[in-house]
């Protein structure tokens, strides 16, 4: 799956410092504004600590996650939406994007200057969501100066009209409600107050501005508190675990501390993305696949010959796997049951293709 997760944000807050974390790259950071200019793009396994109980039992040391990409891009500043800055271009950069990861720093600290001198958490975001509104504000005005010389396009026009009030009002469009016929034409516009967001506080121990739960109701949007510093050796942790199989008992509570997870946990609630897992006698791998995919789309998902010579799938859920692990070890078999290519995946189903 092609999940594309954009990473946005006032200049110098720590997008790229986040984007260095989850990508394990070494992108440029420094403390000074516009740091990044052209946005940079790079992969994240999707962490799933699952996949080690699974490899404990099953015992092999490899594990491989599914993967999306993240891009990390400039900063945004007043006025971005009119041009200012690198403003229109980042907010092009979006358009693709499945999810909108807003960080917003929540740390004091003297000397990591802000580009407007102080540090109010919920003034940052209103800025920020100020120009995603009126980026979304301006296309839908040009949309519809283009179509109201066109008598025929009158429900169109309704719909415009709709979008433009809510934006007009400084609210997201992801806040009105939409019936197939609205969602149909609004689906290819691309406008970026639909998509869905999560709020990254990159958050410090000592210096918290604010408690996040006291603003964890702003708009009904989620708000992650991520601790950069404490959480930045994640993927020190996973490479320590593969090497050190013995121990993958422990390494699924160690993850289930970090906030990032958490963070990939809510990602796939908001697109409804749900992991299945497979396995052989050298690897644990997870898939992300859409809520609802068949077992023939999913093996379609891990290689053709599965899908075309698709027969049967063997499936056991994560936790009756779980449950009975210790049984297992005895019993050397696992009772899964058999399915046809019509059987509709559940989070977390560990599968197995039988195939011509
Ligand atoms: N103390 C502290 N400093 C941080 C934290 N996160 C980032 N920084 C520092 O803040 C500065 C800016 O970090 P970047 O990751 O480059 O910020 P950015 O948002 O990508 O900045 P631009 O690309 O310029 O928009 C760097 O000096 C970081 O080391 C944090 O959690 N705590
Ligand atoms: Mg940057």
Known sequence: MNIKCGIIGLPNIGKSTLFNI?????VKVGNYPFCTINPNIGITNLYDPRLYKIANIINVSNIVFDKIQLIDTAGLVKNAANGIGLGEKVLDQLNKVNVIYHVVRNFKKDNIRHIYNRISPIEDINIINTELILYDLIKCENLLSKLKNNSTN???IVIYNKLLSCLSNNKMLRLLKFNSEEKNIINSLNLITLKPMIYIFNCDNTNNIQNVEDIISYNNDIIININ???EKNISHIIKLSILDKINFKTYDT???KYNIIKLFM???????IITFFTFNNKEVRSWI???GTTALIAANRIHSDFYNGFIK???INYNK????SNKLKELKKIPYSFYNKSYSIIDGDILKFIFY
């Open 22 to 26: 989850l990508t394990n790259n070494q």
């Open 154 to 156: 009158k429900n169109i």
């Open 228 to 230: 950069f510093l404490k």
């Open 254 to 256: 160690i993850l289930s």
């Open 266 to 272: 809510v990602t796939s609630n908001l697109l409804n």
């Open 289 to 291: 696949i859409k809520d």
């Open 313 to 315: 799938v063997k499936v």
């Open 321 to 324: 796997f779980i449950s009975i």
